[in-house]
């Protein structure tokens, strides 16, 4: 039996996945997690052959999780099934070590067939993503990019150096860096920029 954790935030939807992929012969649902922390501690725990993630969730995103996994001595693959279909996603998850990404409109019998590839150690990518990966690379290191997120939440410069732990300079001139690097004009703009190209 393939084993198998969702890390999903939405109820719904995780259930949706853990029922339909239940159907499978060969496929054992070993648990779901609504968080990236969350899975991270049930995977150490239990070590399951694929688990499935959402990229945004509370906490460790689904590319985090990723990319910590890999770092680690678990076997665990994971496959990503997420909404977001934009090259820059997709290619910050294959930095981040994942064997997969679908797409949540992926009928379910193809993604049972995209978790039996991964276990068998092929890398799964959804059909038109992969050439659109290798465009346009990502600017931003991994400091501009949580800065952006918070500057996306409305938060101004002294509530960004509080909730990082950088001084309020530092901070200024990261996001004007950032700025630069994306041709806005202020990081809110920037910010936007970024969503858009799958860099946040």
């Known amino acids: 039996m393939i084993k198998v954790l969702i890390a999903e935030d939405q109820v719904m939807l995780r259930d949706a996945l853990a029922t339909l992929l239940a159907l499978e012969n060969d496929i054992e649902i070993v648990g779901a997690a609504a968080t990236g922390d969350e899975a991270l501690r049930q995977v150490r725990a239990d070590a399951p052959d694929v688990l499935l993630s959402d990229i945004e969730m509370p906490g460790m995103t689904g590319l ?32 981040a070590g994942v064997a997969g990404y679908v797409l949540k409109d ?10 039996r590839r991964v276990v068998a150690g092929e890398q799964v990518i959804q059909d038109g993503l992969i050439r659109e990966a290798w465009g346009e690379a990502d600017p931003l290191n991994d400091t501009e990019r949580r800065l ?38 202020n990081r809110v703009e920037a910010a936007r920029l970024a969503r858009q190209k799958g860099w946040l």
């Open 148 to 185: 952006l997120r918070l500057a996306e939440t409305g938060l101004d410069s002294i509530q960004i150096a509080e909730a990082s732990g950088l001084a309020r300079g530092t901070v200024r001139n990261y996001l004007h860096k950032a700025s630069s690097k994306l041709g806005a004009s």
């Open 106 to 115: 992926t009928p379910s019998q193809e993604l049972a067939q995209a978790i």
């Open 64 to 95: 985090e999780l990723a990319a910590t996994i890999r770092r680690e001595p678990i076997r665990t693959r994971v496959l990503i099934v997420t909404t977001f279909d934009r090259p820059g996603y997709l290619r910050r998850a294959l930095d």
